[in-house]
């Protein structure tokens, strides 16, 4: 038989699950009605002590908070007992009770924040509900912004902008940059904003030593949707994550080394007309599960791309210069495994080995930490 801590876990989940329709008004979810049980006669007789302990529980409580028993009569011992059955909690407001200030804070927040949009844009039904629930851990400024850009945005038109150049008054130019944030501004719109994404690019090197000593320039870069004509044809491409290892990568004959800049790069790069043809196409990133997930994405995206100082001889070779922290304090921690079906069995290897909840060494090691000398083009230090 539950007693009163199971009988709150239970109003404490179904107040979190339910209290934004209930305020919406799209699902009726009170009065709820918590079922204790339905212990045997010889549960009972057995557990009488316990059960008579739990009963005065529940009747105590029912007298001090805006709970009601149902009992139903039951025979223990030749003799007819009231045997509480179910807990009624008759309004969303008796859970938030129940749940504590905080709860009640948000049931008042979420009305606050419906009536809000219902009165300034007209909001209602489904769209306020997921809207309500999108924006569930804004912040009362991030709200209230959202609602004035809203308005904006109801009243003007942005077709062929890019995010930053909107003319918000009173915002950050990054503050629309947020996809998450321009899909709620269109459910409250109710139209598409037709924003124009900024245009993608791409920093690379040219590596030959040949063209290198003509004295022409040696960084380039390439922005989408740009003419692109390089002065040679490259039969070496090699695409890297650290700046420092993209501006000092050693000469290669007939070899261009691109700046992937993590996940940025897979989405240009692989489209880059002269990339496919290059062989070979090297991808060059820190060895952790990032870097395979990125290397995955590349193959994924039809680049036959070969992964360069990620195996675990490397790995072992260099993992003394490891880390296990991402910035600062904030520590590599374990992560699901993916699929990543486009990795090699001895890729797959060091990434189940990065990702497990017991890894042997260091979850990351940087690629600016492996020198240049470690790589099998290269005979001497750089």
């Not at 000469?251 to 240009?268: D, E, K, M, N, Q």
Request: hydrophobic share 40%; with cysteine.
């Amino acid at each position: 038989m539950k007693g009163r801590s199971d009988v709150e876990r239970a109003i404490k989940a179904h107040f979190e699950r339910h209290r934004l329709e209930q305020v919406v008004g799209v699902l009726d979810s009170w009065p709820q009605r918590i079922a204790l049980g339905n212990p045997t006669r010889a549960d009972l007789s057995a557990d009488a002590v316990e059960i008579s302990r739990i009963v005065e529980e529940l009747l105590d409580w029912e007298r001090a908070a805006p709970v009601e028993l149902v009992f139903k009569r039951r025979m223990i011992g030749g003799a007819l007992h009231d045997i509480p059955t179910h807990v009624l909690v008759e309004a969303i407001d008796d859970s938030a009770r129940l749940c504590g200030r905080a709860a009640e804070r948000s049931l008042r927040r979420a009305r606050e924040r419906a009536e809000l949009l219902c009165g300034r844009l007209g909001t209602s039904g489904d769209v306020l509900f997921r809207v309500l629930k999108a924006t569930d851990g804004y912040d009362d400024v991030d709200f209230s912004l959202l609602v004035e850009a809203s308005c904006w945005f109801r009243d003007n038109d942005a077709t062929g902008l890019t995010p930053r150049q909107v003319p918000l008054p009173g915002f950050s130019a990054k503050w629309i940059d947020s996809q998450a944030r321009r899909d709620i501004v269109q459910a409250l719109c109710g139209r598409q904003l037709d924003l124009k994404e900024r245009a993608r690019s791409v920093e690379y090197a040219y590596l030959d030593p040949d063209y290198l000593v003509s004295g022409a320039r040696r960084y380039d870069s390439y922005v989408e949707g740009d003419a692109l004509t390089l002065p040679y044809d490259p039969d070496f491409v090699v695409i890297v994550e650290n700046k420092d290892t993209f501006r000092s990568f050693p000469p290669r004959a007939g070899g261009v080394c691109l700046f992937g800049s993590g996940w940025a790069g897979t989405a240009l790069i692989p489209d880059l007309p002269w990339i496919r043809s290059a062989s070979p196409c090297y991808y060059w990133g820190d060895i952790d599960a990032d870097g395979f997930e990125i290397l995955n994405a590349y193959r994924a995206a039809g680049l036959a791309v070969e992964s360069l100082l990620m195996d675990m001889a490397t790995y072992e070779m260099y993992e003394r210069f490891g880390t296990d922290f991402a910035t600062g304090a904030t520590s590599l921690a374990t992560r699901r495994e993916k699929p990543l079906e486009f990795l090699t069995e001895q890729e797959r290897a060091v990434y189940r080995m990065l990702v497990a909840r017991e890894c042997p060494g260091h979850r990351r090691i940087e690629q600016e930490r492996i020198p240049y000398s470690a790589l099998p083009f290269v005979s001497v230090a750089c």
